[in-house]
């Protein structure tokens, strides 16, 4: 099977893990930047990135907000697999032809 073949048939996959790392370093960058905000008005130190990671704040944020989410993006994943890429009797196997005129 080529390299072309395993793209195209895990497009969807490869597609919505992409967004998923993107929002999910846009949250870790938001959250770090608030919370060494909050630190700082507090007179507290200031978090590291590698501090933050590991932070209580950080982990109360990502499964808060994250928590339906991950089962929403998790569930349309599997079950794109299952029924698009691993072939359901609505649909063209992924190989064939597609009918540009419908």
């Known amino acids: 099977m080529s390299k072309k073949n395993f793209f195209y048939r895990n497009s969807l ?11 999910l370093l846009g949250q870790f960058l938001t959250g770090w930047k608030t919370e060494n905000k909050e ?3 507090n ?5 590291s990135i590698a501090e933050y990671i590991h932070s209580g704040h950080f982990i109360q944020a ?18 794109s697999i ?3 890429e691993k072939g359901s009797p609505e649909s063209k196997p992924v190989d064939a032809a597609h ?4």
Do not use: P, Q, Y
């Open 82 to 84: 299952w029924l698009r």
């Open 99 to 102: 009918d540009e005129n419908a």
């Open 13 to 23: 996959s490869i597609v919505l893990l992409i967004f998923m790392i993107i929002c």
């Open 39 to 41: 630190l700082a008005e």
């Open 62 to 79: 990502t499964f808060e907000n994250w928590e339906s989410e991950f089962l929403a993006v998790f569930s349309l994943v599997v079950l």
């Open 43 to 47: 007179g507290k130190s200031l978090l």
